[in-house]
């Protein structure tokens, strides 16, 4: 069954902090994203990757980093410099950079941080 | 990336057509629309994309005005399992170009 899996669903981490969100893909998607959602409003870049071993900062890369080690893995690092890390967060993969342009989604991971 | 316009909500009666508007007067010959719906609390999900004719997938229609500056997404016979906001967004294929841009969309709310 090809999809995209995040994990977990919801997150729970103190204040300062670093957490890594996981992102993983079966689909054979060259490129990969990640995207914040906060509440009532419309997904914001974050970081993307066309490539393995290759990535690109999007709006708001500013308290995150990511690797492409693998094809089918994106992982998300929200680190102690976010200021506001609570959110909704997205990631999303692609057939071909550059391409038709249909994402597809994940589940979300809801991350809150006390 | 052109910027895109939409009704903040709508309602739609079950079993009707539910008729999105979304207008985007700066759009470029390059650019597509692209549909995307997300329902509480889940990723997005893409619903269909054109250029300049119309489209129809097991989904929607997508109906692109002669000038390209306005389009209209068409649920034909709206169900409950429908309601939830729904992104218009336009973006270039170029390599490199890969961002979609989404807005506050539409929320559309189906009534039973």
């Known amino acids: 069954d090809g999809g995209i899996t995040q994990s977990p669903k919801y997150l729970f981490r103190k204040e300062g902090q670093n957490v890594t969100l996981s992102c993983e893909q079966n689909?054979?998607?060259?490129?990969m994203y990640w995207y914040r959602q906060d509440p009532g409003q419309g997904l914001r870049l974050i970081y993307y990757?066309?490539?393995?071993?290759?990535?690109q900062k999007g709006d708001i890369a500013e308290g995150y980093s990511v690797s492409r080690e693998k094809k089918e893995s994106f992982p998300l690092t929200v680190t102690s410099a976010q200021k506001n890390p609570t959110a909704f967060y997205l990631c999303?993969?692609?057939?071909?950079?550059?391409?038709?342009?249909?994402?597809?989604f994940g589940p979300g991971t809801r991350l809150t941080v006390l | 990336d052109a910027k895109t316009t939409q009704p903040p909500s709508m309602d739609c009666a079950e079993g009707r057509a539910a008729n999105l508007p979304c207008n985007h007067s700066?759009?470029?010959?390059?650019?597509?629309v692209y549909w995307y719906r997300q329902i509480h609390s889940q990723g997005p999900q893409y619903i269909i994309h054109?250029?300049?004719n119309n489209e129809t997938n097991e989904m929607a229609s997508l109906i692109i005005t002669e000038d390209r500056k306005s389009s209209t997404l068409i649920l034909p016979h709206a169900t409950l399992r429908d309601t939830a906001v729904y992104y218009c967004i336009v973006r270039g294929r170029n390599f490199g170009n890969e961002k979609l841009t989404f807005g506050t969309g539409t929320r559309l709310t189906i009534i039973p």
């Open positions: 990757s066309q490539i393995v071993n290759d990535f």
């Open positions: 700066t759009i470029s010959g390059n650019e597509y």
């Open positions: 054109g250029l300049k």
């Open positions: 999303a993969s692609s057939p071909l950079a550059g391409g038709p342009g249909e994402q597809f």
């Open positions: 689909l054979n998607h060259d490129a």
